[in-house]
């Protein structure tokens, strides 16, 4: 059938296919989406496909891939725009308005997929759940760098877990207003801790005197 | 083939229906539950079963309104036994807690019942965010009550999402101490905004930490 030669004559199929079931599975769920679903999206023949993927647990794993990668790009591209580790937290919360369409629409890709997953108690929940992971352990990384010590890790949870309510209710209430009033309640206490630990003004690393 | 003479003289299989489906719909998810698995929970034939609802929307419906009826019943009960309307908040934080094994396996009801139908467009998700309406009208009532007036809306979803964003990150994570330090965090607040309120607060400490 030469199916080998001509899908190694298309180097972007796999991408395209991982990409479409991202979209998918955030946006209907993963189990709604099927097989069918995906190849449909992508315009592939069941052949073309299954050259890719054999099962669907195949491309979660993928997407599972490409989302950590995708937060980890993210999270490096706050550290290096934001001054101060407090101005990198305001990056985090800053995304709930930045996302706000798609978050009143769908939820959280992270949570919603964690949530589905568990209750699943597919395989992949583990890997779903490190992206949660990697959000925190950044997060905690900003606070210690405001001084916070041995507090940082229930404050990356306290606001981890504020992200995600602020995402529950948007998504349920469809409710604009209600994200930017949340993420202005986060801000004032991203301020308060700042002020509290001393290291408000302390520059990153880069270009110290 | 009589099935109306058996069935009704059988009066409890409507309801033990709706409650299997209610802990399947939990557990596992709605898209994930089929007829099947309802019928084989509560051990019914097809006819019989059929005869009760004609379609796994029909039983969401019933689910739905059970939740409901729960809900208000739950509401109603924390009224009453609080009496103080700081008290009867602490009621809904302490929830968190009483629930604490469910949570960390299936998330909180509500709010992935919503989530998952907003993403599957489904038309019962207006049904099932006006559970969370439940709990944000009588949480307003209780800001309303210790005096904060046209801020009690806000502090209801507020409160609300706090307590959606715990039920995520426990599930996530399955941990418990995140949880008790979260309600204790709740508490907290809520003690400054009784505070605050210029109400007369009387707590009795029913629940201790």
């Known amino acids: 059938m030469g199916i080998m030669t001509k899908l190694t004559a298309e180097p972007g199929t796999r991408d395209r296919i991982v990409e479409a079931a991202d979209a998918l599975f955030y946006q209907q769920g993963f189990e709604k989406t099927s097989f069918a679903d995906i190849a449909d999206t992508v315009q592939l023949s069941r052949g073309n496909f299954y050259y890719h993927f054999k099962t669907k647990d195949d491309i979660l794993d993928a997407v599972i891939t490409l ?38 629409r769908y939820g959280c890709p992270v949570g919603t997929l964690c949530a589905e997953l568990t209750k699943l108690d597919h395989p992949a929940q583990g890997g779903a759940g490190m992206i949660f992971s990697q959000f925190r352990n950044w997060l905690r990384a900003q606070f210690e760098a405001m001084g916070h010590d041995r507090q940082s890790d229930a404050l990356a949870m306290h606001l981890l877990s504020r992200s995600q309510g602020i995402a529950a209710l948007a998504n349920a209430f469809h409710d604009e207003a209600f994200i930017r009033h949340e993420v202005d309640l986060i801000d004032a206490w991203l301020a308060s801790l700042a002020s509290t630990s ?3 003004t302390r520059p990153r690393r880069k270009n110290s005197p």
Chains 1, 2 share one sequence.
Do not use: H, K, Y
């Open 67 to 104: 989302r950590a990668a995708r937060t980890q790009s993210m999270l490096d591209a706050w550290t290096q725009s934001a001054v101060t580790p407090a101005a990198s937290l305001r990056c985090f919360a800053e995304m709930l308005i930045q996302n706000r369409q798609e978050i009143q």
């Open 198 to 200: 001393g290291a408000v």
